[in-house]
C-alpha cells in the first residue's frame, strides 16, 4: 500500500518538475 501511494505521489511530483524543467530548459 506504501509503494503504491508513494509511486502516486511521486508521479504528481514528477509531473510538475517535468513541466518546469521543460520550461526552464525550452527557455534556455
Do not use: D, E, P
Amino acid at each position: 500500500m506504501a509503494r503504491v501511494k508513494g509511486g502516486i505521489v511521486t508521479r504528481r511530483r514528477h509531473k510538475k518538475i517535468l513541466k518546469l524543467a521543460r520550461g526552464y530548459f525550452g527557455s534556455k
